[in-house]
């Protein structure tokens, strides 16, 4: 059986531009997210308040913030943290919601974060701590939940472990990511069985799927049923990780929500409105989408 409604937590506007080789001017940025609330998306994770040296491409969170005024404020328009640091310039910036970062493994860890898991750990607590005494929703994601580029399959029991630790800290939501593409669907099963054993239950998980090996609409079909009902995507199927190589983009939104159509599955989304926006999201970037639902209506 699926939900009757699903929650699409919309990841363009940050796991997308952040993979982006030019650097989307703000008020592009701006005009996506105006787009993807038009088209009727509700949760939109609008960008990264991470050291710019890191990621250049969402340098400008503080402007776009800015720009976006009340539409990029509220408990349904997280941006990434990372630190304490990061997390007092998103509360300047008037956000309502946070996302902290961890990894499964420890390379991942080192590259993405620049510290082992566990000083990564020690990093995120005094940031959930404070956005929660400021009234934040928070979410934890957890990357290379099914392989790793450097460490190849990640056991099960070893994901489940970094999972616990970051849902410990009090975290509203967890939302596993396959980074690389690399999960299939019973791997996706046996993810969900191990955190429900360890009392972190379907209510509380979003899945987060890259479709590099094309599985992305099969693993989260698999979540579905599992009883998920927080689906990541990005429009247009945007995205990747700068700090992870070979993951490409996140399902795609579109994608997603022609799946959910068929199936009578709520989402609130008009598609040609969202097929629209990523014509002309594609546009800007100077490249088509690589989505196939945006390329079958949109006959490009
Ligand atoms: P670090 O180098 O250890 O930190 O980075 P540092 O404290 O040494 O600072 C380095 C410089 O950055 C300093 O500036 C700091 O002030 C500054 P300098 O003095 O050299 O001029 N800095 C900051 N500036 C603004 N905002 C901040 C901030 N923090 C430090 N928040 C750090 C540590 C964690 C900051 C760094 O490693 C970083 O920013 N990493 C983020 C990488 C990233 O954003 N990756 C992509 C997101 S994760 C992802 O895509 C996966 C996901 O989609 C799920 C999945 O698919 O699996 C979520
Ligand atoms: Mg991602």
């Known amino acids: ?61 503080t402007e776009l913030l800015a720009d976006l005024g009340e539409v990029g404020r509220g408990p349904l328009r997280p941006v990434l943290v990372p630190n304490e640091r990061g997390l007092e310039r998103a509360l300047e910036a008037g956000v309502g919601a946070v996302a902290i970062f961890g990894s499964a493994t420890e390379t991942f860890a080192q590259k993405n974060l620049g510290r082992s898991r566990e000083e990564s750990v020690e990093m995120f607590k005094p940031v959930v701590k404070r956005a929660q005494d400021a009234g934040l929703w928070v979410r934890a994601y957890v990357s290379m939940c099914f392989g790793d580029p450097w460490e190849g399959p990640v056991p099960v029991g070893q994901v489940a472990d970094a999972c616990a630790e970051l849902m410990d800290l009090g975290c509203d939501q967890l939302s596993i990511g396959d980074t690389i593409g690399t999960g299939t669907a019973g791997h996706v099963e046996a993810l969900l069985a191990e955190l429900g054993r360890r009392d972190i239950g379907v209510e509380r998980i979003g899945v987060h799927f890259h479709d590099t090996y094309g599985q992305a609409l099969a693993n989260t079909l698999t979540a579905l049923r599992a009883g998920v009902s927080v689906v990541d995507a990005s429009t247009g199927g945007l995205g990747g990780c700068p700090y992870a190589k070979s993951a490409t983009g996140n399902l795609a939104t579109e994608d997603l929500v022609w799946m959910l159509d068929g199936a009578g599955v709520e989402t609130g989304v008009d598609l040609d409105a969202l097929v629209e926006t990523s014509v002309w999201m594609a546009e800007q970037l100077g490249k088509p989408s690589p989505s196939r639902v945006v390329k079958a209506l949109a006959g490009a």
């Open 1 to 61: 059986d699926l939900p009757p409604r699903v929650t699409i937590y919309e990841v363009g506007a940050r796991d997308g531009l952040q993979n982006e080789k030019g650097v989307v001017p703000t008020d592009v940025k701006a005009q996506f997210v105006r787009r993807l609330v038009a088209a009727g998306l509700q949760t939109i994770e609008t960008t990264s308040f991470v050291s710019p040296r890191w990621v250049p491409q969402l340098a400008d969170a």
